[in-house]
């Protein structure tokens, strides 16, 4: 069974940093792409970025190009999401997900993915 959990959220003031841990068990990480998407009050969920074992593969919204970074560590079957410059408008829950193979261009909608861990707050403040 895919377990995935997502941890690192908190308050930030605008301009700081964060990084959002996914901890993920019960996947073989080669075959998978881990994904990080985020859901503010009121909005639907949106793809933040994405990174996929062969080639080190990755895809980012524009909103967050330039500012976030995914990174993955194997020996931990772990996804990280280096968060920099925040803005008020990162604020909401971001959640980690996972789906078998890549796509062109990137897996970026919520329905492509299948298995999802529960979210982190980030709170930015002006």
């Known amino acids: 069974e895919v377990q995935l959990q997502a941890s690192g959220g908190g308050p930030v003031q605008t301009g700081g940093s964060l990084r959002l841990s996914c901890a993920a068990s019960?996947?073989?990480?080669?075959?998978?792409?881990i994904g990080w998407f985020r859901q503010a009050p009121g909005k639907e969920r949106e793809f933040v970025a994405a990174?996929?074992?062969?080639?080190?593969?990755?895809a980012y919204a524009d909103s967050v190009k330039g500012r976030f970074t995914i990174s993955r560590e194997d020996a931990k079957n772990s996804v990280y999401l280096q968060m920099n410059s925040l803005r008020p408008e990162d604020t909401a829950a971001y959640y980690c997900s996972s789906r078998e193979g890549w796509v062109a261009g990137g897996p970026r909608r919520a329905s492509e993915y299948r298995y999802w861990g529960q979210g982190t707050l980030v709170t930015v403040s002006s």
């Open positions: 990174t996929w074992w062969y080639g080190g593969t990755t």
């Open positions: 019960g996947v073989t990480f080669g075959d998978y792409v």
